[in-house]
């Protein structure tokens, strides 16, 4: 058996003999040993209630999910390149979330992955080389994918913008240049997508694809202003780039009003990326296209990956879907997701510190400023609340240049109940910093 081992020591084997770059939640850091829908329990059984995952997105070890691995694992687990029923009754699952348009689905292990696929997929398609990101965003770990991540290579450690990388200033419309106020604020976010296209010809270069979050997590869990991402796909598309969208964070019905975030844009992109939520914290990952621009990928080269699709991951992802259909999770999102909105309007009106609470569904971001008018950071106050939730057993992060965004995303069975405990110990945590 694997030793139990206490915190201290687990703590001094990760120094010793794991990625020393890997940090940890909390100043205590937690071992947790056993998860069940939207709560984690430490070695003590102490239940943290979890409003960080939204990887486990129908609940942490949810039996159906559970069952479906294990069933699959036990009869077979083989690559793509047999015959076999779960991986075309994914895609095709999978397509019917989808506007008709996008129907071709390309399976990985991570969000990484497909967002690494989509760009080699859009290059070829394109036949041009330069990418337009969004600032803060992130898209992934690999080296291509930290190349096209602002969050990362003006982050630390990071090395600056490569050449072929074009960064659009952020539609955020609490901190930014356009405020709620500007009924236009999309249309002129999106317009820095003219001077970023301006800088790829400039260096005779073309632009292969815009990479958009659908709500911008690292970003700081900002909701696009309407008729920002129609704006920025007419720029992008009539320079010939193709339109990608990354719902790695907030797809799968988590929006709440929409399975996929970017539908509250009305728009239809020409490639999507998913994955956390996809399979309930098993690793997968997934692209979808349209069937001219997957066709235009055929070019001799094959896109195999060994573990991608494979009959196990596949099941979990049926499942996945499934439980989303089965519980109404979508609809609960929205549900859930409107009363702590609500109730985090009212703690705007008490709580000074509270400067913008925005989101959709289980999406929210709470920034936190120290003046309401220099929109000034409070990011040790965001930490000290996050300690605060950590002693009442709230799992909570930040995100968000600053880091002094609240970031909620709690698995989809969160319940009106959690959130009005939430509420009510948020409010104690504002109190306790004001
Ligand atoms: N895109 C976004 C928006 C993400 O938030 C992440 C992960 N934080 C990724 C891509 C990368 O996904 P993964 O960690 O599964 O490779």
Redesign the pocket.
């Known amino acids: 058996p694997i030793p139990n081992r206490n915190p201290e020591d687990i703590i001094a084997l990760r120094r010793q003999h794991l990625n020393p770059t890997l940090s940890m939640s909390y100043r205590e850091p937690i071992k947790m040993v056993r998860g069940a829908g939207a709560y984690l329990y430490d070695q003590d059984g102490n239940a943290y209630l979890d409003m960080v995952n939204n990887v486990c997105h129908v609940g942490h070890c949810h039996p159906s999910v559970v069952a479906a691995g294990q069933v699959q694992m036990a009869q077979l687990n083989t690559n793509t390149r047999y015959l076999h029923d779960n991986i075309v009754e994914y895609a095709k699952r999978l397509s019917a979330t989808f506007p008709s348009e996008l129907s071709v689905v390309f399976l990985t292990n ?4 497909a ?1 690494d696929l989509a760009l080699r997929i859009a290059k070829t398609y394109t036949q041009a080389n330069d990418i337009i990101v969004v600032d803060h ?5 690999s080296p291509t ?1 930290i190349e096209l991540s602002p969050y990362k290579f003006d982050g630390k450690g990071g090395r600056g913008r490569p050449a072929h990388i074009q960064v659009a200033e952020i539609p955020d419309d609490y901190r930014g240049r356009f405020r709620k106020d500007d009924t236009q604020a999309g249309a002129r976010y999106a317009q820095d997508l003219q001077r970023a296209i301006a800088a790829i010809h400039a260096r005779g270069e073309k632009p292969a694809a815009f990479y958009c ?1 659908s709500v911008l ?2 970003g700081g869990q900002v909701v696009l202003p309407a008729g920002y991402l129609q704006a920025a796909y007419a720029h992008a598309r009539a320079a010939g780039a193709v339109c990608i969208a ?1 719902e ?2 907030v797809g799968f019905g988590r929006a709440g009003d929409h399975f996929w975030a970017f539908e509250a844009q009305s728009v239809v992109p020409d490639i999507v ?1 998913m ?2 939520p996809i399979g309930n914290g098993h690793p997968m ?1 997934a692209v979808i296209t349209r069937p001219e621009i997957a066709q235009a990928f055929i070019t001799g080269m094959e896109y195999f990956n060994t573990f991608a699709g494979n009959p196990v991951s596949c099941a979990i992802g049926l499942a996945v879907l499934d439980v989303i259909e089965q519980e109404g999770l979508q609809a609960h999102s929205k549900q859930v997701g409107d009363v702590l909105l609500q109730g985090l309007n009212e703690l705007k009106q008490k709580h000074a510190l509270i400067g913008d609470v925005r989101g959709m569904g289980l999406f929210i971001g709470v920034e936190l400023v120290k003046d309401r008018h220099s929109l000034e950071p409070a990011t040790a106050e965001a930490n000290t609340i996050i300690e605060f939730l950590k002693a009442h057993r709230i799992l909570l992060s930040t995100d968000g240049p600053y880091d002094n965004v609240l970031k909620l995303k709690p698995p989809m069975v969160f319940s009106v109940d959690n959130a009005r405990e939430f509420l009510w110990r948020l409010d104690q945590a504002l109190f306790s910093v004001s």
């Open positions: 991570s969000g990484t992955e967002n965003a992130y898209h992934g770990n994918m979050e997590g690292c990354d790695v964070q990326t994955g956390k990952g």
